[in-house]
């Protein structure tokens, strides 16, 4: 097994790490100062912003970091629908050193034997402490430095188990961790995060995803039906009344493993339709438990809105916003890392292939891809951790004093925010449940944590059409050290769709909190 690619954006330089590190002697690293078809990486950054080094990890399971890098956060993007590369305005590094990390082992860059060893999330977080330690004995002047551990998707799983080794560990390998967050993230089981809020959601973006009344009707009546509309009803109270109970998995939801299980054919039999049009197919199939169990509201809207007639576009399920213009940014990353000229000076080519090059002209790229569906299916396929918000992250914000924040993009389907706005309700931190004030402060493209005084409680807290003007990039919360940002007019992916929003959030929030 070959340890994993890292990225560190250092203030001049990215510096690549060589795949061996048996003993601390960093002369085996290189520093890159440019990347083909790319421009000059820019000086040293803001040195008032040393002491920081924050952590990205992307998510997946297996979804290269690099995504994060070339998105919205590092020093370079792609240019349009290009694989040429720009100078990033909005790069992070301005406000500390950035580390992008490929997680698990066989993500992105990295290699893994087979069958892959990160089999499930406690042996990914044991191989990740074990390279966390490795790096720091390498280039120990990181170590003292304010940590901040930060990832989007299914990181939202890894980032709190790696932080409880971080601190369970404190007393023989100290680490200055003074922050997570979670963006677009798992954070809540299955129910809450998806079908017990996915009729709120559709409510909220009937015009974009072109829903009609009666469908829409159908899925208000199933809300009905099967309690959500109750639990939507406790997690609008501000401080809530008391715990919420949410039912656990009505539908045995695992959205990726369920659509590959349908497209080989082996899950689905009988009357099940996946293709539902209709009002009537659309009850059926919430209420047929052949399809996904009883109340299978969030697995039917999205068959609904796949096979729905007149859509020019796939749907996405990521950012429901998405039109035919939409840059496909996973395939220009597999085209651009998978060049020999880009592999060479990240030092990332097989051994073999750089000696092969002495007499060839050319030497042999190992192919790159964004995501590895061989550890996204390992990884899924083992047993299913818990919600974080329900055991990690409390002690983590409340034992441990680590600021937790959590940021949602007002178009994820997959992941909705009223999900994640449900979940924080039902969390208990520092002796309290829940935000006491409403979620609904706004804050503004260039300011993410405007002060209390300047911006009080409002009681308007119902947003028809969410974009991002002059008047205001998004609503927030921030209590007792969590803090919660819904940036409107974004996806999945927020630093994609609003890096300059993100560049403040980071700056305001992150490394500020």
Known sequence: MRSVLRLLWAGSSLLSLSPAYATPDVSQFKKVDSLPDGPALPPTEDPAYDDNLMIWFNGGPGC???????????????????????????????????????????????????PYPAIDNDRVTTQFYDWLQSFFAHFPHLQSKQVHLMGESWAGIYVPHFASAIVDNQDSFPIKLRSITLGDAPVGNPAAMSTVTIGKFL???QSILQIPN??????????????FDDILEQATQFPPGGSISIPGNPEILNYKSRRRSRDL?????????????????????????????????????????TTAAGRQCDFSIYDVSQDCSTIDSLSLLASYFSRADVQIPLNVLPFSSVTASNSASQPTPSPFSACN??????????????????????????????????????????????????????????????????????????????????????????RKRNSPTASGAGRFASERGVTYHLFWGAGHNVMASRPREMFAYVRDVVVAG
């Not at 919205?72 to 992008?100: C, D, M, Q």
């Not at 009666?214 to 309690?227: H, R």
């Not at 002690?395 to 997959?414: Q, R």
């Not at 449900?422 to 004030?437: D, Y």
């Open 373 to 462: 569906s061989t550890v996204l299916s390992t990884v899924l396929g083992s047993q299913s951790p818990r919600a974080p918000i329900y055991s990690l992250l409390p002690t983590l914000v409340t034992s441990h004093n680590i600021s937790l924040h959590i940021f949602f993009g007002e178009y994820d389907m997959l992941l909705n925010h009223y999900g994640a706005e449900l979940v924080l309700q039902n969390m208990t931190w520092h002796g309290t449940q829940g935000f006491s004030h409403p979620i609904n402060r706004p804050f503004y493209p260039d300011n993410a944590a405007p002060s209390v005084s300047r911006y009080p409680h409002s009681s308007s807290n119902n």
């Open 64 to 114: 290269s970091s690099l995504i994060g890098l070339t998105t919205g956060s590092g020093p370079i993007s792609f240019e349009g629908n290009s694989t040429r590369l720009v100078a990033n305005p909005y790069a992070w590094s301005k406000f500390g050193h950035v580390l992008y990390m490929d997680q698990p082992v066989g993500t992105g860059y990295s290699t893994a034997s087979e």
């Open 214 to 227: 009666d469908i829409l009707a159908v899925f208000k009546e199933a809300d009905e039906t099967c309690g």
């Open 265 to 305: 054919g082996d899950m689905f039999t009988g009357s099940c339709n996946t293709q539902p049009t209709t009002a009537e197919e659309v009850r059926s199939s919430i209420t047929q438990s052949s399809c996904s169990g009883p109340c299978a509201t969030f697995s039917t809207a999205m068959d609904y809105l």
């Open 203 to 205: 409510e909220s973006q």
